[in-house]
């Protein structure tokens, strides 16, 4: 293995551009840093491991067109990443040495090779969803009979019913929920931007009974984990996959699902579309910044595509056989093919 440089000053810039760009400057919430940690902590495993260049003693050149196309091949084949979290991943590291030409110009040609790696195409796919009765099923499997078994029923009746992020939810505190006047709740979302989403009478009955069982702290945490603390999204994504494991035995239908916190965003999104919710309220309900985001969601229910095509008048015109002009004819039989 290589052993610790002396000039080595990439371990400096790494956590300048955390501590001063990413923090200080750019004020990124602490969910969006997590996922670039993560991705530099995935790429001096993979230097460390495929490379023998110790942590420590990765320096900027390291950090060449080479080995990054190396790091993506390893993510996809290796790791079997989708083309979007490859994307990602690029992007992450685009982002650090764009901030690295400006703090070392020398370093300037080799980055703009590693800035000139494409992203990578990728087929979108329609947004899977469950149906009302499923999601029912799912918000009915928790015991209500423990503690966890209660807030994990008011945590998936509140992710359905608000559509949130799965990172938005793990965050609410008990000062985000009002049922009282507006009844209804305050997300913040990607950038800090924050969003209000009325609340169902149901949801909001299960959160008033859910709150007599926390302590009365409006910055504590809404949904806390044994310790008290904020959910996490793992914690958060185990709690769903038992409540699944609970429904599935009298929903075998959901065995063959991949369910996730996403797949029940999605699965709001469809259920306000098919109950005739305008869709560029739907896109404010969601938190989305373009509308075209939204329109996924029209192109995934065929139910609606029929019911629009019933509206719509067949053509009763009845066919006729084209018949080509004399001199059409003409031309055809006496063109020399020689």
Known sequence: MKTKSQNNNFAVLLQNYFYKRLIEQR???????????YTFKLLLEYLRDKHKISPDAVAL????????LGFLRYLEQDRHNGANSRNNRLATIRSFLKYTAYQVPTSLPMVQKVLAIPMKRFQKTLPKYLTREQMQA???APDASTWSGK??????????????????VAALKQSDVDIDKSISVTLTGKGRKQRVV???????????????????????????????NFMTRSGIEKRLKRAIEK????NPELKKKTITPHVIRHSTAMALLQSGVDITVIALWLGHESIATTHMYVEADLAMKEKALRKMQEPTQKAKRYKAPDKLLKFLQELDLC
């Open 151 to 168: 807030r994990d029923r008011v945590l998936l009746a509140t992710l359905y019913n608000t559509g949130a992020r799965v990172s938005e």
């Open 27 to 37: 004020n990124y919430t602490r969910d969006t840093v997590s996922t670039y940690r």
């Open 61 to 68: 050149k390291d950090l060449n067109s080479k080995n990054i």
């Open 247 to 250: 429904a599935s035995e009298s």
């Open 138 to 140: 799912i918000m009915d």
């Open 198 to 228: 009325p609340l169902w009478k149901s949801t909001t009955k299960q959160i008033k009974s859910w709150l007599k069982y926390l302590k009365t702290e409006s910055d504590s945490p809404l949904f806390p984990n044994v310790c008290g």
